[in-house]
C-alpha cells in the first residue's frame, strides 16, 4: 500500500504537469506560476509526473489511439471504395495503408510491454 501512496502525484505536481502541457516550456511554467526553475524541473523529472504528462500527451488529437485507427480506417474505406468505383488500382496503394495500419499495432503493443 505504500508504493501506491508514494507513486500517486502530488497537486503541486498536477498543476506543473497540466501547466507544462498548455505551454510546453519550462520557463514559461515557472513564471507563470511564481516556482523557481529548478523546482519545476524537479517536479517534471519526478517518474509519475512524466508517465502523467506522456499519458496525457498520448491521448490527446491525432496521437489518440483510437483517433488515429479510425482516420486510417477512414482512408483503407475510402482507397477501396476508390478500386471498386474506378477498378483502377495498384497493389501497393492498398498494401501500403494496411502495413502502416500494421506497424502502428504492432507499435502500440510494444509501448503496452
Keep these: ?8 502525484i502530488s497537486p503541486e505536481g498536477i498543476e506543473i504537469a497540466n501547466t507544462y502541457l498548455e505551454v510546453g516550456d519550462v520557463n514559461a511554467v515557472s513564471s ?3 516556482i523557481p526553475k529548478d523546482q519545476v524541473v524537479e517536479y517534471l523529472n519526478k517518474r509519475e509526473v512524466k508517465k502523467y504528462i506522456d499519458s496525457v500527451y ?3 488529437g ?9 482516420v486510417l480506417d477512414t482512408l483503407i474505406d475510402k482507397k477501396i471504395q476508390e ?9 501497393k496503394d492498398l498494401a501500403d495503408l494496411l502495413q502502416m495500419a500494421h506497424k502502428m499495432r ?8
Design 1 to 8: 500500500m505504500s508504493k501506491e501512496v508514494s507513486t500517486r
Design 32 to 34: 507563470g506560476l511564481g
Design 58 to 60: 498520448l491521448d490527446a
Design 62 to 70: 491525432y496521437r489518440n489511439k483510437f483517433k488515429l485507427a479510425s
Design 83 to 91: 478500386v471498386e468505383e474506378t477498378e483502377m488500382y495498384t497493389n
Design 106 to 113: 504492432m507499435d502500440e503493443i510494444k509501448a503496452q510491454a
